[in-house]
């Protein structure tokens, strides 16, 4: 029996990974100019890391973590998000240094197991950003408005930046309460999930995607206007801030994201060019997640983007010169043209050129068929009567035009014309 990958799995192959690497140059220039730092984190962790932080009655901890025993008996779980795992890394390496902000981001792999459909894989990459160390809104506006100026450099059109307020310890309980009882109002018309998750997780029933509910979630009372003077303000500044950046963005008072760390400023990017999945992005602030992970007191802030979701609504037919071709292929005749193409191919390498050549040795017409196919910017001809002569034939594939020049200059030429437009 063939061997597949699994469902909801995917290769990313090597004509595509252009687009891959092109998202990911920009976000290391655009993070960088912010200030923020790459971190590179295990993919598996201690399951209690996700359990604590995501929180025990979210879909993502209930039924969709990846969790097994390993062979010493310990439960190991492959991570479904970052936040958990840098907020580890910043507990375990005492990276506080008050009264410094730390900003840091990573790109790589996260898993779930969800039922896969367009847009929602079980292995799904993500660049997420976490800003460790600050409370002001501030902070919450310039990582929003930093993704928003990465998105526009990727040349992203009808995408909408989403904002609400999760409120804190203050009010959030008293809101849960008033919420859970006017549910109960309507607990026959709700699905199945909703009416059975609603006293464990009330504010879930707000964002559930059915028609259904999103009818009755529409009557129910919202946090925005339940919030305590404090989150009231943070709220507010927020929104003031980025009306004065001219960001765009609505509200949206069902937005509750899927995790339970969120306190104050919650947000999603959403496109209507993805189809049902529609969010790129989401993410907000978590205050408390630091020290519930036992370390020092540490407002963040922080994001993450779905690649696979990204990479689909990236305008990449603006973009088809950022795709590599090869420099130079080397055509020749003979074997001793075959041994001098083995130098000389070594020798523009090391000049840090890519270069490619027919392995199987076919004919002339056919190594030029191979070359034209590879889009490589210049053709090297070694035949027989050019070995004889000492004088190589170069070859601009872009404009036809052909040079002959002795071959102790190969290397100069190759470099005047590989510089020339
Ligand atoms: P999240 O909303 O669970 O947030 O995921 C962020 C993004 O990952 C989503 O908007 C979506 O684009 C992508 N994504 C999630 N699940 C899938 C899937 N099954 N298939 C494809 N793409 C998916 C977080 O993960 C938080 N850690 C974000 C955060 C960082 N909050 C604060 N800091």
Redesign the pocket.
């Known amino acids: 029996m063939k061997i597949q990958s699994i469902r909801?799995v995917k290769d990313i192959l090597p004509d595509e990974i252009w687009k891959w690497q092109h998202i990911e140059s920009i976000a290391h220039k655009i993070f960088t100019r912010y200030g923020f730092k790459e971190i590179r984190l295990p993919i598996f962790e201690d399951t209690r890391l996700f359990s604590r932080s995501i929180g025990e009655t979210t879909d993502?901890v209930e039924k969709e973590m990846y969790t097994f025993e390993d062979r010493g008996g310990d439960s190991i779980t492959l991570r479904?998000?970052?936040?958990?795992s840098?907020v580890r890394a910043y507990v375990e390496h005492k990276m506080h240094t008050p009264p410094s902000i730390l900003k840091m981001f990573y790109i790589g792999p996260?898993f779930?197991y969800?039922r896969?459909q367009a847009?929602?894989?079980?292995q799904?990459?993500?660049i997420?950003?976490?800003a460790m160390g600050s409370s002001s809104a501030i902070v919450d506006v310039e990582v929003m408005t930093m993704l928003i100026e990465f998105f526009n450099e990727l040349g992203l059109s009808n995408i909408e930046l989403q904002i609400n307020s999760l409120g804190n310890q203050d009010c959030r309980p008293h809101y849960r309460e008033l919420l859970k009882t006017e549910i109960e109002k309507y607990l026959e018309k709700l699905c199945s999930n909703c009416s059975s998750r609603y006293k464990r997780n009330p504010l879930r029933v707000l964002d559930c995607k059915l028609e259904q509910c999103s009818d009755i979630s529409k009557r129910l009372p919202k946090l925005i206007d339940h919030l305590d003077p404090t989150s009231a303000k943070h709220f507010s500044e927020v929104r003031f801030l980025l009306d004065s950046a001219g960001t765009p963005y609505s509200v949206n008072p069902n937005l509750v994201?899927?995790?339970d760390?969120?306190n104050n400023t919650a947000f999603?990017?959403t496109s209507q060019n993805l189809g049902a999945?529609n969010?790129?992005?989401?993410?907000?602030r978590?205050d408390t997640l630091v020290e519930e992970l036992e370390g020092p007191s540490t407002p963040?802030?922080?994001?993450?983007?779905?690649?696979?979701?990204?990479v689909s609504l990236v305008p990449f037919e603006n973009k088809k010169t950022l795709q590599k071709r090869p420099d130079v292929f080397i055509v020749c005749l003979g074997d001793e043209a075959k041994i001098v193409a083995s130098k000389v191919a070594h020798d523009i390498r090391l000049k840090g050129l890519w270069v490619e050549r027919d392995y199987e040795l076919g004919s002339m017409k056919s190594q030029m068929r191979k070359a034209n196919k590879t889009g490589c910017r210049l053709t090297l001809i070694l035949g027989e009567d050019e070995i004889q002569n000492g004088k190589y034939i170069l070859k601009n594939m872009e404009n036809g035009n052909q040079i002959e020049f002795p071959a102790q200059e190969l290397i100069s030429e190759i470099a005047k014309l590989s510089d020339s437009p």
């Open positions: 909801g993502i479904p998000e970052g936040t958990a840098v996260m779930r969800e896969p847009g929602r894989l079980r799904f990459n993500q997420g950003v976490e994201r899927g995790l760390y969120y999603e990017v999945q969010a790129i992005c989401g993410g907000g978590y963040c802030f922080g994001f993450a983007l779905g690649l696979e979701r990204l």
